[in-house]
């Protein structure tokens, strides 16, 4: 009597089932063929990310009755991945409940120690092999001088080389003095509460740190670190520029038509007309009392009275 292992209820002969189930019993006992068999893929990812590893049967209906996945570790000893386990069940996951012949691994939060050959294997004969590159971050160490205003905001840049890598953690300190003031992540109250700002969720390798309200005590030496990485920074804080004055400036006009000479000139000119006046009235009643000379003198001074008056008059 010949059974079905794994497909057909136990005690059934060939006889006993229904053509249509011996059809789908007898292609499950055929087993799975992966694709790629034998192969090998290379995939890159960055610390602090997600990847799949990719690994599947040519006929995603099909289901192996077993399958491992294993990474090489020291020397050529291949560890098993087992997602059940504390080691990995936080990171690790199969990916095959949507389909049964779907065999994909998928790891999170990836570290630079998830590097390696990982090995998808079903049986003697079948499997594959992807090699995993995890990049971590590099971080750009140079000193960087940067100036800022006081009152104002000013941005801090510290960033790994490959801005798609997320560092596990990393810090900003103050340096004052012998101290380090730790100013990310925040641990405790300090002068920098509530006034700084980081920025690496979009590029997680964005590390930059905004400071807002700047005073001149924020001048001075800053330390961008993840691990043994180091990015200096040194901080010159200016004072705010000074604005001009708001008050109007009294300008003082002189008139067009006005002359600083004219006070001093009229008592000179009403004198002056008043004497001439005299003189006219003087000679006037002169001449109307006494009989006229024929002396041509006389005549020239008379014209001479009549021509000032006659100026004055036209002034």
């Known amino acids: 009597m010949e059974f079905f292992k794994g497909c057909c209820s136990p005690g059934l002969s060939k006889s006993e089932l229904p053509l249509t189930y011996l059809v789908v019993c007898q292609c499950e006992a055929l087993g799975c063929s992966l694709e790629g068999n034998g192969e090998t893929e290379e995939i890159t990812a960055y610390t602090g990310d997600s990847v799949l590893l990719p690994c599947s049967c040519t006929e995603l209906h099909r289901k192996p009755e077993t399958f491992t996945w294993k990474k090489l570790t020291d020397g050529n000893n291949w560890t098993q991945i087992s997602p059940e386990s504390d080691e990995y069940k936080e990171r690790f996951q199969l990916v095959n409940d949507h389909s049964s012949g779907n065999l994909s691994l998928l790891i999170s939060h990836l570290t630079e120690q998830d590097d390696g050959l990982y090995k998808c294997d079903v049986k003697v004969g079948e499997y594959r092999y992807i090699s995993l590159t995890v990049e971590g971050c590099r971080l750009n160490q140079q000193t960087v001088n940067v100036t800022g205003i006081v009152g104002q905001s000013v941005l801090l840049p510290c960033s790994c ?18 101290d380090d003031i730790k100013i990310f992540p925040k641990e405790q109250t300090n002068l920098y509460t509530d006034r700084v ?28 670190e993840i691990e043994e990485m180091i990015t200096d920074i040194y901080l010159t804080v200016k004072g705010a520029p000074t604005r001009p004055s708001s008050s109007t400036p009294v300008i003082t006009t002189t008139s067009p038509h006005s002359r600083p000479d004219d006070l001093p000139y009229i008592p000179v000119a009403v004198v002056t007309v008043i004497f001439l006046h005299i003189i006219v009235a003087v000679v006037y009643c002169t001449t109307r009392k006494k009989v006229l000379s024929e002396r041509p003198e006389h005549f020239f001074f008379i014209f001479l009275s009549r021509f000032w008056y006659s100026s004055l008059q036209q002034r």
């Not at 560092?167 to 012998?178: A, D, E």
């Open 197 to 224: 700002q980081v920025f690496n969720d979009h590029p997680p390798g964005n590390l930059s740190l905004l400071i807002s309200h700047l005073t001149v005590e924020d001048g001075g030496w800053y330390k961008c």
């Open 161 to 178: 080389s490959e801005l798609q890598a997320k560092p596990h953690t990393f810090r900003w300190s103050f340096i004052k003095g012998s």
